[in-house]
């Protein structure tokens, strides 16, 4: 055989081998992929089954506050308007009563804290 002949032999026998080497990794590596996303799929059903049992358990902890205190709903009374028991601002002109001030009185000179207004 001539030394050309030996040498393109040799470099695609290295290079058959190389093929194989790495289609081997790859394999390894893609394996190992699949097989993390299956622990991570199985850690994640895990977490859901967990929370659905707290969320089972605060139902029937609901179920049990709810027959032992007096529970009433109040969330169509929100959408009624609630009677004002303060008597409105034109019945109190009406009836001649002086106009309330908007800005609350400010003792001016006093010492902090003390409301007297003295020093």
Same mark, same amino acid.
């Given at each position: 055989?001539?030394?050309?002949?030996?040498?393109?032999?040799?470099?695609?026998?290295?290079?058959?081998?190389?093929?194989?080497?790495?289609?081997?990794?790859?394999?390894?590596?893609?394996?190992?992929?699949?097989?993390?996303?299956?622990?991570?799929?199985?850690?994640?059903?895990?977490?859901?089954?967990?929370?659905?049992?707290?969320?089972?358990?605060?139902?029937?902890?609901?179920?049990?506050?709810?027959?032992?205190?007096?529970?009433?709903?109040?969330?169509?009374?929100?959408?009624? +308007?609630? @009677? *004002?028991?303060? /008597? !409105?601002?034109?019945?109190?002109? #009406?009836? &001649?009563? +002086?106009? @309330? *001030?908007?800005? /609350? !009185?400010?003792?001016?000179?006093? #010492?902090? &804290?003390?409301?007297?207004?003295?020093?």
């Amino acid at each position: 055989m001539s030394r050309a002949s030996k040498l393109t032999l040799l470099g695609t026998s290295a290079f058959a081998l190389g093929t194989v080497v790495f289609v081997h990794w790859q394999q390894q590596y893609e394996k190992e992929a699949m097989h993390a996303g299956v622990i991570r799929d199985m850690e994640q059903q895990r977490i859901k089954r967990e929370r659905q049992l707290d969320f089972d358990m605060q139902r029937e902890l609901e179920a049990e506050y709810k027959k032992l205190q007096s529970v009433r709903d109040v969330t169509d009374e929100m959408d009624q +308007p609630v @009677p *004002s028991s303060k /008597p !409105s601002v034109s019945a109190a002109l #009406a009836q &001649g009563l +002086p106009k @309330p *001030s908007a800005v /609350p !009185s400010i003792p001016v000179g006093g #010492a902090v &804290g003390t409301g007297t207004g003295e020093k």
